[in-house]
């Protein structure tokens, strides 16, 4: 498991009604926008009067989809893309979306943002009937199973609500057939999934944050259990599942959204705003200054300082030529990531005594080495507040915490984490504020099995990355 979690995927989709010349280029864009949700590898497929043309290779957005590339992809009347961290299936260049199918009735493609906790049952059960599978991701198995349905029923919509029959945990889905374009979001809602206008187009993204970037409106979220369909320019909504069973993912707000993005009714930034305001009241600490980690607790340590009444000062800068995914060989290396990527500023360190705000400790590695990182500049004291409760969890549903040995807050106590990462204190956002400032959304339930182990769904016994690699 990484030091830091690692997110899901991000997706994106368009039906133009006039825009078929720069569709692949409205789509790069879009995926742009949603690229801090997958960084592992891309693709884009266009939909052009039933044929179907993609492109999808590992690396950004920005590596794979270059300008001649973009070029060379035709026009069409709907287009889906995807970025992809890889939690089913490893990260192979097949395993890269959308899934690209073709079967009795035409091509089907499928974008997906999630995790089934059955794919490993459903594939074992396909595969015994003679079904051959190309890639080691779950979202196979949903391009399978849709199709199958579709042999059986009228349309692609009647196919994808008997796949939902089957399929379990979390999908936020964009499918796209020969003449639709289909937006389906799973009953709990664990992922987001949003609706805009670009003009007369229809839009769909993870996030409304890629809404804005390619000049889109966002009009609404899709509901949890809901099915949206465009086709003949007409756009078209139904609950394939009525039953309210809330279940989104507090930790989009707490970490994996971007500040810019609105899920749910809840504006991402004041969300963790109002969380280092709490984090204020609930564990104030007499100091000079208050920081955030880069980028994710630069929220919170705002709301913290606004509180307080400590000033807010930037104690690190981040080198952008490093993402997320930076691979390192060696165990030195990945001793000193945290040094190539944050640089602290030693005449704001120097002799100070910092709040240091930051989302999340997982396994403590990362945030032991920031704060020997600001103690060897010259910080006389550094206290440590985290944006959320400790991290005890394995999360079914999307993100790569798939071990809770590896969690260090199932080890040790909050003093033995203090003690062993080297601050000076340390407190967690208890449970009680993140969900009552989390209630400003639309959800009145939240997934929150990353912090209680308790989870809105029956989840499997055991959880295994790249359990499609074994041999049945």
Not at 93 to 102: C, D, L, M, S, W
Not at 238 to 256: L, P, Q, W
Not at 439 to 447: D, M, Y
């Amino acid at each position: 498991m990484s030091k830091k979690i690692k997110e899901e995927c991000g997706i994106f989709g368009i039906y133009t009604m006039k825009n078929e010349e720069e569709l692949a280029h409205i789509t790069c864009i879009g995926l742009t926008g949603v690229q801090h949700r997958g960084e592992e590898s891309c693709g884009i497929a266009i939909n052009n009067g039933g044929v179907v043309s993609y492109h999808k290779d590992l690396g950004l957005v920005s590596n794979v989809f270059k300008p001649h590339i973009v070029a060379s992809l035709p026009k069409g009347k709907m287009a889906i893309g995807h970025v992809r961290y890889s939690t089913t299936g490893s990260p192979r260049k097949e395993n890269a979306q959308p899934i690209v199918t073709r079967y009795a009735k035409g091509n089907l493609c499928i974008a997906h943002n999630g995790n089934l906790t059955n794919a490993m049952d459903l594939k074992h059960e396909l595969q015994q009937s003679g079904a051959i599978f190309n890639t080691t991701s779950d979202t196979e198995v949903i391009a399978y199973i849709i199709a199958r349905e579709r042999l059986k029923t009228h349309s692609v919509e009647e196919a994808i609500v008997n796949a939902t029959k089957y399929i379990k945990g979390a999908y936020s889905l964009l499918v796209m057939s020969s003449t639709k374009l289909i937006a389906v979001r799973d009953p709990q809602g664990f992922r987001p999934l949003c609706m805009g206008k670009l003009g007369d187009d229809i839009v769909f993204a993870s996030e409304s944050c890629a809404l804005d970037t390619v000049g889109a409106t966002f009009i609404r979220d899709i509901e949890p259990g809901e099915m949206v369909s465009v086709t003949n320019n007409e756009v078209h909504s139904r609950f394939y599942n009525t039953e309210k069973k809330d279940g989104a993912c507090i930790f989009e707000y707490v970490y994996f959204a971007r500040p810019d993005s609105t899920i749910d009714g809840l504006n991402v930034h004041k969300f963790r705003e109002e969380v280092g305001k709490a984090l204020a009241k609930q564990a104030p600490v007499d100091a000079d200054i208050v920081a955030g980690v880069p980028d994710s607790g630069i929220d919170a340590a705002l709301g913290y300082s606004k509180e307080s009444k400590i000033p807010y000062d930037v104690v690190f800068i981040k080198n952008k030529y490093i993402g997320r995914t930076f691979i390192l060989s060696t165990q030195a290396q990945r001793r000193d990531k945290v040094a190539l990527k944050l640089n602290p500023i030693k005449e704001t360190v120097k002799g100070k005594k910092i709040v240091l705000v930051d989302d999340s400790i997982v396994r403590g590695t990362t945030i032991t080495r920031i704060i020997q990182i600001l103690k060897r500049a010259g910080a006389k004291e550094v206290h440590l507040r985290i944006a959320s409760p400790t991290f005890i969890g394995v999360c079914y549903f999307g993100t790569d915490i798939d071990s809770k040995e590896n969690l260090i807050a199932n080890r040790k106590t909050v003093e033995e984490i203090r003690q062993e990462i080297g601050a000076d204190s340390l407190e967690y956002l208890n449970m009680e504020n993140l969900l009552k400032i989390a209630s400003a959304s639309n959800r009145k339930r939240f997934c929150t099995g990353c912090f209680t182990g308790e989870y809105p769904i029956e989840v499997p016994d055991e959880i295994q990355k790249d359990r499609f690699e074994k041999i049945f």
